[in-house]
């Protein structure tokens, strides 16, 4: 049976969100990171290069946002287990790539310059069939790999006793992933999916999912704004949530395995 603490009952997340209330939509970076998947320990392989990824992984999943600092050097090492040189070069390589710059004083710090690279600021929206054709097989097997891991994260979640700031949390990062800020939309979805992953109490399966929604990124940012699309993925973000909080395991792992197969149909759709 669930265990899921709270009175919580189906709808309240889209009350919480409607009603636009400061207090039932505190910023979701305010927690961010404990909740960070990709701020997990680098194992074996080459120290800084797997520590240029994760960074870029948070900068490209929008964990650390454009104009948003990272956490303080210290804590970072520590929560990559890295040593402060080797986070130094990784921050400096992605100083020189445009990603991050650094400000001195009492407010100073690293801060994410831009999600993609200086020689990669042109060009436009990418073709989101081209990016399909090119991805091939791998598509398919993203695809079916996200279907289970996140429907499977959602059941977990609902079935944890979630504390007031990871229940605040979801409703936050659930208020924000309706934004149509086409700029912003696809950094602030992204953000649901990993608030849901990470409300599932599994680091391992919050990693799995930070790397699926990586392989997919610009697949899922390509795709075109349809306002129709929009309203039926906010409406699905809101049942998934609306279970969990309830501590509805099986309603939240349909709803989010409905979520990723109409997601799945179009992107497959562009194949064609």
Not at 107 to 118: E, H, I, N, Q
Not at 163 to 169: D, F
Not at 251 to 260: D, K, N, P, S, T
Request: with cysteine; net charge neutral.
């Amino acid at each position: 049976m669930p265990i899921n603490a709270g009175t919580a009952e189906p709808g309240v997340a889209a009350a919480r969100v409607a009603s636009d209330g400061a207090a039932s939509a505190p910023d979701p970076s305010a927690e961010a990171v404990p909740a960070f998947p990709v701020w997990r320990p680098v194992r074996g392989g080459n120290a800084f290069e797997i520590t240029v990824a994760r960074l870029v992984q948070a900068i490209k999943l929008g964990m650390v946002r454009v104009g948003e600092r990272l956490p303080a050097e210290r804590e970072l090492a520590e929560r990559l287990q890295v040593s402060r040189v080797t986070l130094r070069e990784a921050i400096a390589a992605l100083r020189d790539a445009g990603y991050l710059e650094s400000r001195r004083g009492r407010t100073g710090g690293t801060f994410v310059r831009s999600a993609l690279p200086a020689s990669g600021s042109g060009g436009g929206r990418p073709d989101a069939g081209e990016l399909a054709r090119e991805m091939g097989d791998r598509l398919h097997d993203a695809l079916d790999f996200r279907r289970v891991l996140e429907s499977g994260a959602a059941a977990l979640a609902a079935n944890r006793s979630l504390s007031a700031i990871e229940r605040q949390h979801l409703v936050a990062a659930l208020a924000a992933s309706r934004d149509r800020d086409p700029l912003t939309r696809r950094v602030s979805d992204s953000r649901l999916h990993l608030a849901v992953a990470a409300a599932s109490g599994s680091p391992s399966l919050a990693a799995a999912v930070a790397d699926v929604q990586l392989t997919l990124d610009r697949l899922l940012a390509a795709i075109p704004v349809i306002t129709r699309n929009l309203d039926h993925s906010d409406a699905q973000h809101t049942r998934v949530v609306d279970a969990i909080l309830a501590g509805d395991p099986n309603g939240a792992r349909l709803v989010m395995e409905e979520h990723c197969d109409g997601t799945a149909e179009l992107l497959r759709g562009l194949l064609g």
